[in-house]
């Protein structure tokens, strides 16, 4: 489970506009980091990353990226038997978040098939624990730095950045897609959550041309905007 992440032509397209600030400009605040894809080609190109998100997915990556544990407790009966014997450990925060995000397609039991593949996931519950946590130490997929990390609605944090800083946005494509793909999440884990608006794509062209105008940015979306038609590149 990778959430928000960018595609390979997208990531080249990225790194290429990066690349033409190097040396100019030192910040990039980044709306809605998800799995930090973008995050991480920033910080590889030595920009001071300034990371966002509302999930409790990002929230714990970014915990292990700085060295900050992020705490929350599992409220679901059947994931606590699931985690009982798994390692207290950062890394196996995220697998847990992983594992749920996985067996909550399922949970609900509305036929055999997903009785089936409930089933399978719990007798395989120690194996993808371990060949997570295996993928992580091979991958060395935390080897990346941020300056921070702000846990809340990106409007906000986007506000925040200095003129001069640059902006990566990739904000959700519909309205309350974070809300129905994290449902069951939502529901197992007690954690200090976030204040943040529903944002509608819909309606983002104006949002989106005020940002462009004041910042150098990227701006990562699936509809086209005629507010911003001046501005589409890709």
Not at 202 to 207: K, L, P, T
């Amino acid at each position: 489970m990778f959430i928000g992440s960018i595609d390979k032509p997208a990531r080249i397209m990225c790194n290429n506009l990066l690349q033409r600030t190097e040396g100019r400009l030192s910040d990039v605040y980044v709306g809605c980091s998800g799995n930090f894809t973008f995050d991480r080609i920033a910080a590889a190109r030595g920009f001071r990353v300034h990371s966002n998100d509302v999930s409790l997915y990002s929230r714990v990556i970014a915990g292990i990226v700085t060295g900050e544990r992020f705490p929350f407790a599992c409220t679901n009966p059947m994931l606590n038997g699931v985690f009982a014997d798994w390692d207290d450990s950062p890394q196996a925060d995220l697998v847990k978040i992983m594992y749920a995000a996985k067996i909550g397609k399922f949970a609900g039991v509305k036929n055999a098939y997903e009785q089936t593949m409930l089933d399978n996931y719990l007798a395989g519950a120690g194996e993808f624990f371990q060949g997570t946590m295996d993928k992580f130490q091979r991958g060395d997929v935390f080897n990346f730095r941020i300056a921070e990390f702000f846990f809340g609605d990106f409007k906000e944090h986007i506000a925040r950045a200095q003129d001069n800083a640059l902006v990566f946005l990739y904000a959700p494509t519909y309205k309350g897609g974070y809300e129905k793909l994290f449902q069951f999440i939502e529901e197992s884990f007690d954690y200090e959550r976030p204040e943040y608006e529903l944002f509608d794509s819909r309606e983002a062209g104006s949002y989106y041309l005020e940002v462009l105008t004041k910042h150098e940015a990227c701006i990562y979306s699936d509809l086209l905007y005629p507010e911003i038609a001046e501005f589409q590149k890709g």
